[in-house]
Every structure is written in structure tokens, then in C-alpha cells.
């Protein structure tokens, strides 16, 4: 006996068509997939729709099978895995064999009912080649697709879980379920498919697609997925229940089922979140009618571990904070649902971006005002603009998605708690007592460890080409957040936001580029940017500049043989003792020289600005544009200089050295002095501590 | 005697040998300061003329780590072994001193004095040498084997679990575990020292068997002694770090207290060293079947 239930698609009514812009789906999706908890299985049947929106006559469809990645140790991902840590072949992954994940199509057929199947063939688009690798499959097919057309295929599979592995798999009878069904790539105009192999370190492109799902669990299981559930459908005889989800203008979908959830659902009510003169100041500074900044309305759906029931408060205020920010500065949230998941344990899935389905991650005890969870929430959840929405191509230019939403949350961040606090813990337990005084802005942590790659590789990489695993996320994340804290200064925290908002509502539902940043940064701050890009998104180049020297001194009348109209005149030093002068006429001569210590520079109209202060508290600014490696400044001056200063202001965050941006006459070592005292107790410490065994 | 008297006795005898605790207070020191006196004078040189020393002043301030960081990025090995080496130095250097406390604390009747403590250092270090040897692999049982044993019995519970608490409970069991068996191997390595302190014709081997029959009579008692000290170890270590941290502002004069402060803790460190060789060794005089 079948019992149905329509779920009313809740306040909106109709809340599936979003956003009148919005470009049409490129590609249409009808899912049906059961997932068989007692042999770890998906059991799909999908109805695959893909448009020809290009002017090319297309005779081919390529599409990512993700899961074949954990296949065998042939896989692209596997490989690169264990050469990653120095292995031949085994990355260990597969030491217990039935922790493998795999995807088989069983039959794929035109709606004519023709077999594609003798159509079939892996290809390896990448380099280096990895003829092993089962994860893009192209199929040839009998007609060509007209532009305009379109292909409609009726795909069987049968999948096996992973046991859970990079950001899918089942842990314990619960499931994280993502890249789990037959995908197309991305089909560009002229260029062809681009479809690339699942790397180890490496993420997802996709089109933007319109998903009718339906996901068959045992009845105990609690399902969380991309979108709006719209349906539900009991099975009593086979003990299941079907839910189906459903979604337009999102290029991905992942769902999650479980025993051990608890699900709670509240509403993103701006009214009661933002100000009028919140929306006001939005509007004027985007230029914008006050209609256009509102927010509206979106229900929150938080799928929570009963362990940590008593963060539910947390997770929803993250959440509702994120949703208000990101949505004031970047263009209102458009989807109707956003679900929060705090992943099962051990599935490897948390701190993950989907389309309305985001993962976060917690620990069993969390600290006011600590990162967790709220800067993982946020940096999700910021996902949903960079790579959601502005959908870049995370497999060529991670730094698109990855580094514009580090910056996000960054600043969500800095929004909700102003600095962040330093959580140490011990075990379950934070120890905030004597570490809470102890806080850090953003772009001081991406600074501290993104220096340390910037001569590894541009942040410009295709994902599996950089050095190794350090230099990818370190590039993407932390140098590229960096990079933008840089530009945020050199432009203005205004303007910036102005890109950041003109980007994301022209490349909304679209594929941007580096280079269509670029262009949004020149066209909105109506500068030439060009050399920053060029500089610190394909350079490879340290950025320091600093004082080289600075001598200040009284100037004294020189001493020798002069010529005069009376014939020669000798001026001994003898001669000038004695002599002394009001202190009013007393002149200083500084010399400072401003040294280009790094190979990078500065373009455009930006100058390297040097401050110089003098002992009557006047300061003398000069601009260089550093291309030589040293200048040298000469000042006159009633008074002595106390120090010198490259850009004073610290605009340029990336600067390898800051120490080394200014000059002191006179040395001062108060600072040093208290944290040698601070080290040399530690040592006292640490001494004693490892001296216990003798 | 209680425990509890022979822990007050100890507390007024160490403190009447005040001169054992200044020496390895000032070993330590001196140790410590010449351990980081070259990335001292690197900071010093790096640092000196520059604006940023300013920012040091404050409570944390990244900009100056990152770019310490970043100008050591090459030469971390330059620092490391140093340290190493000079860690390993220490751990002789306080074999030594346990010998001279030691052997100073049974003369009772001797007055302290540079020379006392070297004589009965340089009499004893052989055999305390010997035993940190034989304690050597019972230390690396109770630091690395029996938190592995843990974690090998607990594998099934963790890799059944369905939340993150197994894993923090038996994360808290072995530490708890390494705690406790490191005490045990820590005291009854204390009572050989005793034990070959007490009698000077007894080898290394001999002192082990003594003090573990010892303490194979005495075991809870010398146990209560033994934790008595710990907490009050830790009671003293709580007040240091609840005063540093009330001190918030950075002045020159709060720097220098600040260190004063650090160091009086430093000594207390070796006061209540000095006090654990002394109870116990009451201990072992009050209780020790002759
Ligand atoms: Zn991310």
C-alpha cells in the first residue's frame, strides 16, 4: 500500500523557477536511485536531457563517471594519491578491497530505444596520461547534435559506494552521496568538451542543469539533499520511502541518508535580520534601487548528529549570518532551500560545497567564538556564490571558487566575531583560559603560510599540475585570499565589493574566467589591474620592497680650497670650530634607499610610496615606481629623521618582508626583549620537561 | 610518620637547601640562554631598526612571526640540531645534578657548597648513568608502547563508532594510562637513586632491586607521596599562570616583571624537585627494612 504525500513547495509557492535572467538550462536530469544499504549499492535509473546551446554540430557526449576514481589503483586519483606520498602504487586506500567505489553504466539507449553501449569508451584527456583511468567516458553518437538540438539519454546504473573517500562514501550504515551519477562535461562553443579525469587533488565543472530526483532508503533513514523536497512516498511492503527532490539553474546534486540525524528547520527571515539602513547603505554603495539589495526569505534545513544537538543554535545563527552577509554584499540567495549537513562521522564528507547542500564540521565541545563551525559554514556556504552560482571550472582555475570564498568567509567572518580567536585544545576539550587573548585577522593567517609558495607555482595552475598538495591548496586558498585582501586595499574595501558584486551578477549561472575577473576589476575600479594579475595570479615572483639604508645628518659647511673673486680661500676644520650657529638655521641632510629586495612589481598607476619622519614630527612622503632594484630619496630638513617607511599604509599584504619596510636610526628592543624572555622560558620548560627521565 | 608529615618536613628541609636549587636554577639558565642566543641575535639583528618591533609589544601580532618564519624558511636545520644536541647535552648535565642533589641531601649534616655538590655528583654519576639506561626502555614502554597497546585494544570500539566521543575517550585513556604508568616508572626510578645513594658499595643493578622491593612493600603509600607532590607541582603551576594572566599590558617595566615572574616560577620548579628527592628519600629512611 502506497501512501503519497505531496509536500506543498511551503511560503513561495511556486519556488522552483528562480531568477527571470537566468540562461537556460544546459542540461535536464530525472534520477531514480535506491540505495541498497545491505551491499553498499546505488541502483540508478537517469534520463539525461542535454542541450546544444553552441553553434557547433556536436557528434559526442562525454561524461565523468566520478566514482571509478576508487576503482582500482590505475585510477588517475589512486595514482596520484600514493605518488603523492612517495609510493609506487599503493596509496592504501584499497587495503581492505571492499572499501572501492565504482560506477557501471549497464545499458545506456536513445529514447528510440537504440543501445549506445557499443558507443562507449574511456578516454584520459589529461596529462600525464593515465591510460588506466575509468573516470570520463566518451560516447560516440549515431546523429550529430544541431545547435539548438538536443540528446536524450536513458542511462542504467549500478554503482558501489566507496567506503567513505574523498568527500563520499559510507561510514558505518551512514551515507554521504556525492558525484555519484553519470554527468556530462561542460561543452564549450569551438573548443570542444571539457571533461576532465578525477584528480587527487583537483574538484568538479558542470553545467547548469535542471534535477528531478527521487531517492528510494530504508524508512528509518533521514535523507537530506540539493534543493526542494517535493514529494514523499511510502513503501510499506519493501520498507522504504522515496523522496524526491527537485531543483532548476544548479549544476550538481548531493544528498545525504542516515539513522543519526536530527533535522530542524527554520526560515532566513531578512526582515527581522537586516536594517533599512542596512539595505540602504547596500543600495548606495551598489548604485542600486533598494528593491533590488533585499533579501528574501529561505528555508533553512539543518541535518545534525543527535551528539551535538546542543550546537543546532550555532549552526542556524552561522548559517542565517552567512546567508545575510553574502547576500547583502553579493546578490540575494536565489533558492528557495539551503540544507546545512553536519556530516555522518568518518565519511569523509565534511566542510563540502554543493548546490543548496552544504556540509560543515564540528567537534564535540566547541569554543565561543572559535572558527568551528562558523568560518567552515561560512566558507560553504560562500561556495554557493563561487562555483555555485559563478560557476568557474574548479579543475583550471581553482582559485575562482576556492580563494574568492576563503576571502568571503574571511570577511563573514571578521562581520560575526571581528578577529579570530586562537582554539587550542586538549582532546574534546578547548583550553580557552590562556589562549583566548590570543587572536589573528584573516589575512595575517593566509600571509603566514602563503609566502612560503609563492615561488612554487602561479595560482593560475590547472589543479593536478601544481608542485604537489601544499602548493595547490596553499596557492588557491591562502595566497589567492591574500592576493585579494592586497587588491582590497589597493582598490578600496568599496570597490571591491563592487566587483565582487558586478562579477557574480554578470557571471551568475554562467562559466567566468581569470580573465573575466580582470575585466570586472578594470571595468568597475577604472584602473588598468592587468599587472596585478600578471603579477600574483600567473607570476611566480616574490613581492618585497624595504629600506636599504637611511643616514640622517647636520649639515656642516665643507672645509678644502675655494675658488672666490678674491682668489683662493682655504676653509681648515680648525677654522670652523667655535663657530656656532642658532639652532634655527640648523639644516639636516637624509639620505634613504628604498630597495627592491623581490623580483616582483608593481604596474599601472600604484607607486611605491616611501614615508620619512623627522624628529619635529613632520613626515616627507615620495612615490617610486620600483622598477629599478634601488632609488635613493635626498631630503633637507630642519630636522633629524627618526625613521623611514615603504608603503607605510601596508597596502601590499604580500609583501615577503614587513620587518624590513622600515628604518629606525636608533634601534629599540623592548618588543624583542619581551618575547626572548617569553622563548627563553619556554626552553626553561621544555628543558626540565624532557629531563623528567633522567 | 604520615605521608602527609613527611610532605611538610620536606617542604621546610628543601627550602633550608635553597643553595641545591639556586645551582640547578642557574644550570638551566644558563643552558637555556645559550641555546637561543644565536636566533636571538638573529631577531636582534632582523628586527632591531624596525618599525615592527613595536607590533612585538602587542599580545600576538602575525606579521612578525610570518616574516620570522619566512627569513628561517632555509635554515630551520641550523636551528634544530643545535637544539637537539643541546637537549641531549642537558639530560646529562641533570644526571649529574640529580647525583649531586641527591648525594647532597643524604649528607644532610654537610653544609651546601659548590664543592660538596660537585664531589657528590662527580661520585655518583656513574651509577645514576647506568641507571637512566636501564630506565630508558621502561620510560619509551610507558610513553610510546602502552599508548599503543591502547590504541590497539580500542581499534574495534573506535572503528565501530558511530560519533567522535570513542575516539576522544580513548584519546583521554591513553593519555591518562601514559600518565600513570610514567609516574610509576619515574618513582621507582627515584627510589634506585635513593637506594644507591644510601649505600655506596651498591651497583646500578643492585639500587633497582632495592628500591623496587622497596616499594613492593610501601607501593600506596609512596604513591600518595609521590601525588601529593604532583598536585602540589601543579597547584603552583596554576598560581604562575593565573597571575601572567592578569598582567595584559606591555609596558617595559611589566616586561621585566613578567620575567621575574617567569623565572621565580623557574625556581620553584627545582624547589619542589629538591622537595620530591628529599620526601622520598625520607620516606625511604623511615620506612626501609635495614
Ligand atoms: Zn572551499
Known sequence: MKQLYITLIFFLGIGLSIALAAPPDVVQYKIDVRLDTSSQMLYGKEILTWHNLSNDRVKDIYLHLYWNAFKNEESAYLSESAESQGRSNHSGHLDEIEDAGWIRLKQVTLSDGRSLKEAMQYVTPDLPRRPGDQTVLRIDLPEVVQPGGSVRLHIDFEAKIPKAIARAGYYNNNYFISQWFPKPGVYQAGKGWNCHAYHYFSEFFADFADFDVRITVPQDFVVGASGVNTERVVNDTAGTVTYRYQQNHIHDFAWTAGQRFIKKERLFNPDSLISEDEYRHYASLFNLPLDSVRLTPVKLILLIRPEHENQIERHFQATEQSV????????????????????????????????????????????????????VIAHEFAHNYWYGMAANNEFEEAWLDEGITTYSEDKVMQAMHGKTKMIVTFGPFPISRYFDQIRYSSWERARSSALHIVETDPVVTPSWQFYDIYSYFLNVYERTALNLFTLERLLGKDTMLRVLRTFQSRYRYRHPTT?????????????????????????????????GSLVSHKIVPPIGVFDSDSGMVVVSRDSLEGRTEPDSLTRYKTIVRVRRYGQ???????????????ADSTTETRYWDGRKRWQE?????????????????????????????????????????????????WLQNLLTIITLIS | MTVWNIFRRSFGESLRRYPLVLIMWMGNLIFALSAMMPLYAFVKNQFGHSLTVDSMLEKFNMYWVSDLAFMLRDVQPLLWWPMISALLL?????????????????????????????ENGGRLFGRFFKLFLIFLPLYLIALLVLPALVDSVSSGYVERAVNEWPGQIVFLIKTGVMILAFTIVNMVADYAKIAAVQNDRIGAVRALLTGGRFLFRTFFRAWALYWLLVIFFLIVSVAYMETENLITANSAALIVVVFLLQQIYMLCRYWIKVQFYQAQMEFFQANHLI
Open chain 1, 324 to 375: 545575510k552577509y553574502l547576500g547583502l554584499w553579493f546578490g540575494r540567495y536565489p533558492y528557495p532551500t539551503l540544507t546545512v549537513v553536519d556530516p555522518p562521522y568518518r565519511t569523509g564528507s565534511s566542510g563540502m560545497e554543493y548546490p543548496t547542500l552544504v556540509t560543515a564540521a564540528t567537534r564535540p565541545i566547541i569554543a565561543e567564538e572559535g572558527w568551528i563551525p562558523d568560518g
Open chain 1, 515 to 547: 580573465q573575466d575577473f580582470i575585466g570586472i576589476v578594470n571595468e568597475v575600479s577604472g584602473r588598468d589591474m592587468r599587472w596585478f594579475f600578471d603579477e600574483f595570479f600567473y607570476g611566480d615572483r616574490l613581492f618585497d620592497y624595504g629600506v
Open chain 1, 600 to 614: 616582483a612589481r608593481p604596474g599601472g598607476d600604484v607607486r611605491i610610496k616611501l614615508l620619512v619622519a623627522f
Open chain 1, 633 to 681: 630619496f635626498r631630503f633637507e630638513t630642519a630636522a633629524r629623521a627618526v625613521y623611514a617607511q615603504v608603503d607605510p599604509d601596508t597596502l601590499f599584504l604580500l609583501d615577503a618582508n614587513l620587518a624590513n619596510n622600515s628604518y629606525r636610526t636608533e634601534t629599540k628592543s623592548a618588543g624583542i626583549n619581551r618575547w626572548a624572555g617569553k622563548f627563553l622560558f
Open chain 2, 90 to 118: 642537558f639530560l646529562v648535565l641533570q644526571i649529574f645534578f640529580n647525583a649531586a642533589v641527591l648525594g647532597s641531601l643524604n649528607a644532610w649534616l654537610e653544609k651546601d657548597s659548590l664543592s660538596s655538590f660537585f
